[in-house]
């Protein structure tokens, strides 16, 4: 007997409720503890953000300038939350998790949903900032109109996330005449599991190198080529010409060494997350077979990122706003961004061995803290940076054992 | 010389590997057999360096894997059951790779990586991008980054699976060559039909123990080393490509 459309909704219900459970129990305890602290430091962030802004709109316009101002905050948390399941579900109809869903016999109406559920998810995260925008409301705003906003924002938030859902796995091109005519969710499906196209590449020359230069080599090849690696390189690239450039724009010097600045501290952090990207993703069986050691893996990041920020540094020495004596200081100041920053990423991947996603995520989540801590405490987020960089280099040895890791 | 001696491997409360010792002599074959779980993925990756044992010692060559993890990859080649790549590299790109990392001779290391990509038919995708290829494509990239600086020991875990068989052949021949120069090699497979032919002993792992070990003629086998339906097919191959090449 087939089964029932109930019985395909319990079946679905039951099956994300598991791969709920299994995620929040995956992240073990001290992961959630860290999670929550961060939550909690960007609640707390947003609601002093929002909180004054809001109390002095109050005062000037009164309710109902507030209430709009709120209203509109909230609505922006929405329409991020829209932009992150969008992406999600894009990136969930490229690879489809769970099985061959075309092989199933279950409605396209029914995966869609269940995809669309799963790109949602990282969407949730817009709650955090959103909640704490609410929150600081209270007291300011009727408790009324507060509960309004909060209906307001939580069906728009289900509507919005939905909706873009729903866009984005129409937005694929249909490659395929025959797919056409498919639904949404099997058109996807059908174009998302078919071997990339492939173009040829030129053959390499085989070399007898160091080691750890031919890994470097690897990481060239794979950073220029891959996606995502290379987005963080040339991020990295674009914000250190940004950096030097700085000092060729306006004539304040405070205001163009802050800028330089600005743009160096940004390109050590892109180079921090694709050091931890890169050491993180070495797949294991076709690596770890090799006679390749820690340090290796270490140099073949740790000296090409030295090299390109030392250049950096010295052309920002050798810049002629300032005076020699100040940017012996300005190149000795910037070295502890320029060292910790990009080795802090390297040494998380480098703990991580095959889970480049958590590594990069933990650096994010580092980095972000950092920033939140030095915005309510001046330098307190380098305290907390090296902190998290001396708790990374104590893990690295990690990188022997991958699976203890 | 491959050693495992006394080597035990636990997930969680179910042991996998329970005490498992025994040796695979250069010049030998030795084929590893078993039921699924009974072990012999974790046992190769053990041997292989991919994970560390909870007790016991795998000596390649004499040295240990874990101890002296440089000297004891250096002799090893490994051929995984479910081969990871950077998928951006093509399998040239890879190969060079890991000929620098093995300090290979670049000549000689290119003009072997093109001989063996030929035997096993992957020569005309082989600057392509390893995310285009199929299953068995990648175990034949696997299996040649194992073997391509002639192993002193070669682990196999389930190789040849996903060949097709002119390459199938090809690889067969290839270890046995391998075998021949000096190499200890330890095959892990499913497919008993391949070890009957291709191995000069057989380890059968049962509940994470080796329960017992065979040679050719506890099972009878001759001197045959291809099957009658592998023969039946290289005949159809071969008589289909003459006309190809003319």
């Known amino acids: 007997m087939p089964p029932s459309t109930a019985s395909r909704t319990s079946a679905f219900t039951a099956l994300r409720a598991r791969l709920l459970a299994r995620r929040a129990a995956g992240m073990g305890i001290r992961l959630w503890i860290v999670t929550l602290v961060l939550a909690a430091c960007v609640g707390a962030f947003t609601y002093w953000q929002v909180r004054v802004p809001l109390d002095g709109t109050l005062r000037k316009g009164g309710a109902s300038a507030a209430t709009l101002r709120l209203g509109v905050t909230l609505a922006v948390g929405v329409l991020a939350a829209g932009v992150i399941a969008a992406s999600r579900q894009v990136t969930l109809a490229a690879a489809p998790p769970g099985p061959e869903w075309l092989a199933l016999p279950v409605e396209p109406s029914r995966v869609e949903q269940h995809l669309a559920g799963e790109a949602q998810l990282p969407a949730l995260?817009?709650?955090?900032?959103?909640?704490?925008?609410?929150?600081?409301?209270?007291?300011?705003?009727?408790?009324?109109?507060?509960?309004?906003?909060?209906?307001?924002?939580?069906?728009?938030?289900?509507?919005?996330?939905?909706?873009?859902?729903?866009?984005?796995?129409?937005?694929?091109?249909?490659?395929?005449?025959?797919?056409?005519?498919?639904?949404?969710?099997?058109?996807?499906?059908?174009?998302?599991?078919?071997?990339?196209?492939?173009?040829?590449?030129?053959?390499?020359?085989?070399?007898?190198?160091?080691?750890?230069?031919?890994?470097?080599r690897l990481d060239l090849v794979v950073s220029l080529?891959?996606?995502?690696?290379?987005?963080?390189?040339?991020?990295?690239?674009?914000?250190?010409?940004?950096?030097?450039?700085?000092?060729?724009?306006?004539?304040?010097?405070?205001?163009?060494?802050?800028?330089?600045?600005?743009?160096?501290?940004?390109?050590?952090?892109?180079?921090?997350?694709?050091?931890?990207?890169?050491?993180?993703?070495?797949?294991?069986?076709?690596?770890?077979?090799?006679?390749?050691?820690?340090?290796?893996?270490?140099?073949?990041?740790?000296?090409?990122?030295?090299?390109?920020?030392?250049?950096?540094?010295?052309?920002?020495?050798?810049?002629?706003?300032?005076?020699?004596?100040?940017?012996?200081?300005?190149?000795?100041?910037?070295t502890l961004p320029a060292l910790l920053v990009p080795l802090f990423g390297l040494h998380l991947g480098l703990s991580l061995p095959g889970k480049p996603l958590a590594a990069e995520n933990l650096y994010y989540g580092w980095l972000g803290a950092g920033v939140i801590a030095s915005l309510a405490i001046p330098l307190f987020g380098w305290a907390l940076l090296a902190a998290g960089f001396v708790q990374a280099t104590r893990r690295v040895a990690r990188w022997r054992t991958p699976e203890v890791a | 010389?491959?050693?495992?001696?006394?080597?035990?491997?636990?997930?969680?409360?179910?042991?996998?590997?329970?005490?498992?010792?025994?040796?695979?002599?250069?010049?030998?074959?030795?084929?590893?057999?078993?039921?699924?779980?009974?072990?012999?993925?974790?046992?190769?990756?053990?041997?292989?360096?991919?994970?560390?044992?909870?007790?016991?010692?795998?000596?390649?060559?004499?040295?240990?894997?874990?101890?002296?993890?440089?000297?004891?990859?250096?002799?090893?080649?490994?051929?995984?059951?479910?081969?990871?790549?950077?998928?951006?590299?093509?399998?040239h790109e890879y190969l060079a790779f890991v000929a620098a990392v093995r300090g290979l001779e670049p000549g000689i290391a290119s003009a072997r990586a093109l001989r063996l990509a030929h035997a096993l038919e992957l020569a005309p995708r082989l600057d392509e991008p390893v995310r285009g290829y199929s299953h068995g494509m990648r175990k034949k990239l696997s299996f040649l980054a194992a073997v391509l600086h002639e192993p002193r020991v070669l682990l196999c875990d389930e190789a040849l699976e996903g060949f097709d068989a002119p390459s199938a052949v090809a690889a067969k021949a290839e270890l046995r060559r391998l075998a021949r120069g000096g190499a200890a090699i330890l095959f892990s497979s499913h497919v008993t039909e391949t070890v009957e032919r291709l191995c000069d002993s057989v380890i059968v792992l049962h509940e994470g123990r080796v329960a017992r070990e065979l040679g050719r003629a506890d099972w009878g086998a001759g001197d045959d080393t291809t099957s009658p339906l592998e023969r039946a097919f290289l005949e159809l191959i071969g008589a289909a490509r003459a006309p190809e090449s003319r």
């Open chain 1, 125 to 216: 995260t817009v709650l955090v900032p959103t909640t704490a925008a609410w929150l600081a409301g209270v007291g300011l705003l009727s408790p009324f109109m507060l509960l309004a906003l909060a209906a307001a924002a939580a069906v728009a938030f289900l509507l919005v996330t939905r909706i873009a859902c729903a866009l984005a796995i129409r937005v694929p091109p249909v490659t395929h005449a025959a797919s056409r005519r498919l639904p949404a969710a099997w058109r996807a499906l059908v174009s998302a599991r078919r071997p990339a196209r492939t173009a040829r590449v030129a053959a390499p020359r085989f070399r007898r190198e160091p080691r750890w230069r031919a890994l470097a």
């Open chain 1, 225 to 334: 080529r891959a996606g995502s690696p290379r987005a963080r390189l040339n991020f990295t690239a674009l914000a250190l010409v940004l950096s030097v450039a700085a000092w060729f724009v306006g004539v304040d010097p405070r205001e163009q060494r802050a800028q330089a600045f600005a743009g160096f501290s940004l390109a050590c952090a892109m180079l921090g997350a694709w050091a931890a990207w890169r050491a993180a993703a070495d797949p294991p069986s076709a690596v770890r077979p090799l006679p390749l050691t820690l340090a290796d893996s270490w140099r073949a990041r740790a000296i090409p990122m030295a090299l390109l920020l030392g250049v950096t540094l010295a052309l920002h020495a050798t810049v002629p706003a300032v005076p020699w004596f100040a940017r012996f200081g300005l190149a000795l100041s910037w």
């Open chain 2, 1 to 91: 010389m491959l050693e495992l001696k006394a080597l035990t491997r636990r997930y969680g409360s179910r042991l996998a590997l329970d005490g498992v010792s025994f040796s695979v002599p250069h010049g030998r074959i030795v084929g590893l057999l078993g039921a699924n779980g009974a072990g012999k993925s974790t046992l190769l990756r053990t041997a292989a360096g991919l994970q560390p044992p909870d007790s016991g010692a795998v000596l390649v060559d004499g040295h240990d894997v874990w101890a002296a993890p440089l000297a004891a990859k250096q002799a090893l080649g490994y051929a995984a059951e479910e081969p990871s790549f950077h998928d951006e590299l093509s399998a």
